[in-house]
Structures are given as C-alpha cells and as structure tokens.
C-alpha cells in the first residue's frame, strides 16, 4: 500500500501562482506513472497532468498546458504541480494520484490517491 499527502493548496488571486506537492510514503512509486487530477464541486474528476516514471515525459490537459508544469523527485518520493497564471475557473480540489499503468489521463488507470488540497483562485 502506499499513501499520498497533497500539500500546497490555498487562495490566490487570478494571476497568481501556488505549487502543490505529494509525498508518498509506505511504498516507493519509482516505477509509477503520478498525475494530478481536480474535481470542480457538481463536476466529474478531471484530468490535469502526469508524469512518466522516469520524468522523462510529461502529459498535460489542454486548459493547464503552458500554465502549469509537473515534475516529481524518486529520492524523496514526491511529485509536484507548479501553477501558474491561475484563472478562477482553476478552483477545484486537487488530487495525486499513482498509476502501474493504462492511459494516464483516464482516473481509473490509477491505483493509489491521496485526500486531495483545495485550490480557490479569486477574481
């Protein structure tokens, strides 16, 4: 089993930047595929970024590519989502999450997800 803590979530106004982290712990997710999902209240849990084992290949949804960069840290087991240029339509609860495999943009490809840590982005 492994379990994941999301960290960095806050309020920020529209502009501004946050980056959140995810630490796992109990498991090493070396060989994983992480991703960051969010989940908007009265929306379906969406994608957002993922990253390859290796770091060596990133994936990003269309609303969050050139805003927002993942990379992640197997030394220390973390990944990250830095957030830029943030809109309020960015406000969700954000999630990382760990994958053996699949497509990394489809939720039910992943194995291990942390409790989530809100984003709200101001006007």
């Known amino acids: 089993q492994a379990q994941l803590v999301e960290s960095g979530g806050g309020l920020v106004q529209a502009g501004g930047s946050l980056r959140l982290s995810c630490a796992a712990s109990?498991?090493?997710?070396?060989?994983?595929?992480l991703g960051w999902f969010r989940q908007a209240p009265g929306k379906g849990r969406e994608f957002v970024a993922a990253?390859?084992?290796?770091?060596?290949?990133?994936y990003y949804s269309d609303s969050t590519k050139g805003r927002f960069t993942i990379s992640r840290d197997n030394a220390k087991n973390t990944v990250y989502l830095q957030m830029n240029s943030l809109k309020p339509e960015d406000t969700a609860l954000y999630y990382c999450?760990?994958?053996?495999?699949?497509?990394?943009?489809?939720?039910?490809?992943?194995?291990?997800w942390g409790q989530g840590t809100q984003v709200t982005v101001s006007s």
């Open positions: 999450a760990a994958s053996g495999g699949g497509t990394y943009s489809h939720p039910t490809n992943y194995n291990y």
């Open positions: 109990g498991r090493t997710l070396r060989i994983y595929t």
């Open positions: 990253i390859s084992w290796s770091g060596g290949s990133t």
